[in-house]
């Protein structure tokens, strides 16, 4: 074989090992990323919303356990309203992060007589779990997080979810297949995670997405037996019919606000969209503009879910 043949040979080699090692990088960083502890946690929302850290921490919490339907153990925390209610509010908290994400919408919601549930999600925190699946099975653990608070609670009380980034797409994946939900509520969440990937990979490499996203689609697959073009909270949506918050960043660069809008437009039931300005990154619409997002949060309760009791 002549010299240039195995120039060529190893070109087309070396392809296929960049294709393959960039794809795996890619599914990879969705199923086993890199996680805070819920001490870093802790430690990065006292530096990123000071005094909130403080007040959370005066709430008495009662932290317990839920058993997943997929064999692992949930660290789940109750936060009482601040007088008796029969509201609640479960809140997931985002991806790489902790239940300490959940305090700042633990906040608003304890202002209108919420009480709170919130917990560590699969392989995140103290749960367990082998890998996150960016809503896939998420989607289950809240379910079941859901029925546990049920039982624990009683029957009659009145329960809304509401969710941050991964966690806003569990809330609207799991809400497809839950009545018992009254509302939902998702902040800086994405419409579709394969459309999400494509963006993340052309903004970090400028690498066009195929085919780098259906094998990496595939190989997280092969790692958590979560098919990626399922998780796409938009369609999820479209099967809505209790009222929806949604809110993110003007300035989000993670999951970008269009994908709020993707969501608003597609949501055939009762809606509020709330855009965070002041330069408003991912997780930030609230915490930059916490008194107008307060605001458009406490009409979204007493007028578009009317609230029992507000």
Known sequence: MDWYYWVLLGLIVSLIAFVLALSFILARSLYHPKRLTNLQAR????????????????????????????????AVYHIPAPTPSRNYVVI????????????????????????????????????????????YFEKHD??????????????????????????????LLEQAFDERVKFVAADCTFASLDKLLAYQLKRK?????????????????????????????????????????????????????????????????DKTLFIGRNHAKHTDASRYN?????????DFLKNKVKVPGL
């Not at 929302?45 to 692992?72: A, C, D, F």
């Not at 608070?149 to 009659?156: A, C, K, Q």
């Not at 916490?290 to 406490?298: D, S």
Request: aromatic residues 12%; proline residues 4%; charged residues 25%.
């Open 43 to 74: 430690n990065k929302e006292i530096e990123r919303s000071p005094g909130l850290i403080e007040e959370y921490e005066k709430w008495s919490e009662t932290k317990y356990i839920v058993k997943s339907r997929h064999g692992y153990e949930l």
């Open 142 to 171: 809240l379910y079941d997080v859901i029925t546990d608070t049920f039982l624990r609670f009683g029957d009659d009380i009145f329960l809304g979810t509401y969710g941050e980034s991964m966690g806003g797409a569990a809330v």
């Open 205 to 269: 490499t400028g690498m066009p997405p195929w085919p780098f996203i259906a094998i990496a689609g595939l190989i997280f697959r092969l790692a958590t037996g979560a098919k990626m073009t399922s998780i796409k909270p938009v369609e999820a949506l479209r099967h809505l019919r209790v009222p929806c918050f949604l809110a993110h960043g003007e300035e989000d660069t993670f999951i970008p606000q269009h994908n709020s809008q993707i969501l608003y437009d597609a949501c055939p039931s």
């Open 92 to 135: 997931a908290h985002g991806y790489s992060y902790t239940h300490y994400g959940a305090a700042k919408y633990a906040r608003l919601m304890r202002e209108h007589g919420f009480n709170i549930v919130t917990f560590d999600e699969r392989f995140h925190g103290d749960s367990g779990g082998k890998n996150c699946t960016m809503g």
């Open 290 to 298: 916490l008194q107008e997002y307060r605001e458009a949060l406490a």
